[in-house]
């Protein structure tokens, strides 16, 4: 599922264009942080487990909490976990990073007011 978003996403097009590994694990703890449920982490391999891991990065998927997802939602997932994999391409250098969230907000907000409420409504 992921090498197709990746292969037919244009938003992926680093990913495609570089050749950065990335492992899928499948995670049967039931993972938590501040009470909240984790569906799926992205991590950077870091440096120097570089020796061991023939990875860039590692996309955990905690399976517990994801049982009632439909198919869509998953591949959201997915899809949200490999907007995490960054790419910076300086000449013939290519370095990774974890690429943070576009939005910071709060759930309750996005319920009630949507992710778009401080956008300016330009009209004409
Ligand atoms: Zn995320």
Same mark, same amino acid.
């Given at each position: 599922?992921?090498?197709?978003?990746?292969?037919?996403?244009? @938003?992926?097009?680093?990913? /495609?264009? =570089?050749?950065?590994?990335?492992?899928? +694990? =499948? =995670?049967?703890?039931?993972?938590?942080? /501040?009470?909240?449920?984790?569906? &799926?982490?992205?991590?950077?391999?870091? @440096?120097?487990?570089?020796?061991?891991?023939?990875?860039?990065?590692?996309?955990?998927?905690?399976?517990?909490?994801?049982?009632?997802? *439909? !198919?869509?939602?998953? @591949? *959201?997932?997915?899809?949200?976990?490999?907007?995490?994999? &960054?790419?910076? #391409? @300086? &000449?013939? !250098?290519?370095?990774?990073?974890?690429?943070?969230?576009?939005?910071?907000? #709060?759930?309750?907000?996005?319920?009630?007011?949507? +992710?778009?409420?401080?956008?300016?409504?330009?009209? &004409?």
């Amino acid at each position: 599922m992921a090498k197709r978003l990746i292969r037919t996403l244009p @938003e992926f097009e680093e990913i /495609r264009e =570089s050749d950065v590994r990335i492992a899928y +694990l =499948s =995670s049967h703890k039931q993972k938590k942080r /501040r009470n909240r449920i984790i569906y &799926g982490e992205c991590h950077k391999v870091d @440096e120097k487990y570089a020796w061991c891991c023939h990875y860039d990065f590692f996309i955990v998927i905690y399976e517990p909490n994801i049982m009632d997802f *439909t !198919d869509k939602q998953i @591949e *959201t997932l997915i899809r949200h976990e490999l907007h995490h994999v &960054g790419i910076s #391409f @300086e &000449g013939e !250098d290519i370095s990774y990073y974890i690429e943070p969230h576009d939005i910071e907000e #709060f759930w309750e907000i996005i319920h009630d007011c949507g +992710l778009d409420w401080s956008e300016v409504n330009a009209t &004409g």
